[in-house]
């Protein structure tokens, strides 16, 4: 006999843990709950993988207000995921962005601020003067101005959010399989059935497509197309023999970031278009930070020109190639697939807001807290891009 349940998510990761606890979580459905992932320890995850930060500084209201929850969800963890009285510690670092402009960016920073403060944002806009004082160790000259998140915004631990919210929605009765989904079947507008590659075929009301850089693939079995593919981005490790100190996540006018990490630094910027290609393998290209990375960081902060790189990972993003923002909701044609897909690198901050919006439209069918609507797949349909200024 077949296995059934309510809800199949495809993917373990942050977005299809978060999506499977918020749904666990609302006393108004009462369904069951299946997280298929073929990965579960989560070595190649795109979340244990990342940099692990959240910010609000964003320039599209959907956006800012999905990270505002983020930052709300992780201070408040206590409230949402504790088990049995114990409490995850994601070590929270609220030490900001900061965000560098010369002459040409001043104008959009200016308009960034102002739509972000209006949303309740707590960021401030700093002369030049202002961040040569607040950050002695920064080089101004060539700046014109910098905007600094002063709450909300900082890192933490990935790998320990996303195993609190694995073992929060486990406590409320989901179950988690490692398997593989190789096929939808569908009956007319609807999928009825999901194939597994090892469990076999499994039953279902809904299925939530949470598959990280695999979401295109997953996509097709339901004969929908995602303009979302696998891009490699790089995270450097650096040693530096001087102090820096109040050091936030630095976005340098180029693109390139350095944030601490404990007693060192990490470090990156996305490869220039030319040379992204998809891709699904985990090898490191170093000439990107010995070209890029590191001449870049060596101008802006005198003392990283004597610096050490002592480690270098990759990891990939589920890259939106129609505007590197997320795609969510239910396509047109399959009512009952609910996507979460195309973060380019925001999904771990946005995973609680998606979660609770897809555990909305799931079990009302609209959303309640949050409208998302605009980031829907019609989008995609009609070529219609929303333009992030703010993309890193």
């Known amino acids: 006999m077949t296995k059934t349940y309510d809800v199949v998510v495809v993917g373990g990761g942050v977005i ?107 960021v401030a806009l700093l002369s030049v003067y202002e961040l040569g004082s607040r950050f002695p160790w920064l080089r101004c000259d060539d700046l014109c101005a910098g905007s600094l998140g002063l709450t909300g915004e900082g890192w933490f631990d990935p790998y320990t959010l996303l195993m609190a919210l694995k073992k929060k929605a486990q406590s409320l009765g989901v179950t988690f399989l490692h398997d593989e989904v190789t096929a939808l079947r569908l009956n007319g507008s609807r999928i009825m059935d999901v194939t597994l590659r090892s469990a076999g075929t499994v039953g279902c009301s809904a ?81 990107l930070f010995e070209d890029i990375v590191w001449p870049t960081l060596a101008n802006r902060v005198p003392a990283f020109e004597a610096i050490k790189l002592t480690n270098a990972w990759a990891g990939h993003y589920e890259y939106n190639t129609l505007d590197q923002n997320a795609i969510i909701g239910a396509p047109a044609g399959v009512g009952n697939l609910f996507l979460a897909n195309g973060f380019s690198g925001h999904g771990l901050q946005q995973s609680p807001a998606v979660g609770r919006a897809i555990s909305e439209s799931i079990t009302f069918g609209e959303y309640r807290t949050l409208d998302l609507s605009r980031f829907g797949y019609e989008r995609v349909v009609t070529n219609s891009p929303i333009k992030e200024l703010n993309v890193v």
């Open 207 to 287: 299925v939530v497509n949470a598959a990280g850089p695999g979401a295109r693939a997953v996509a097709q079995m339901a004969s929908v197309d995602l303009p979302v593919r696998s891009r490699k981005r790089f995270v450097y490790v650096i040693d530096c023999r001087e102090t820096i100190a109040n050091c936030p996540m630095v976005i340098d006018p180029s693109g390139v970031y350095v944030r601490p990490e404990g007693n060192q630094f990490i470090c990156g910027v996305s490869p220039p278009e030319h040379n992204d290609p998809d891709c699904f393998d985990f090898e490191v290209d170093h000439s």
């Open 16 to 122: 299809g843990s978060s999506v499977a606890y918020f749904l666990a979580a609302e006393p108004s459905f009462d369904g069951s709950i299946v997280v298929v992932e073929k990965d579960p320890t989560y070595t190649s995850c795109s979340t244990t993988l990342s940099a692990g930060s959240v910010r609000q500084q964003f320039s599209t209201v959907e956006n800012i207000e999905m990270s505002k929850f983020g930052s709300y969800f992780i201070r408040h963890i206590d409230e949402f995921l504790a088990v049995d009285g114990e409490v995850a510690d994601v070590q929270f670092v609220e030490q900001g962005y900061l965000f560098l402009v010369t002459g040409r960016g001043l104008s959009v920073l200016k308009e960034n601020v102002a739509l972000q403060r209006s949303l309740g944002v707590d």
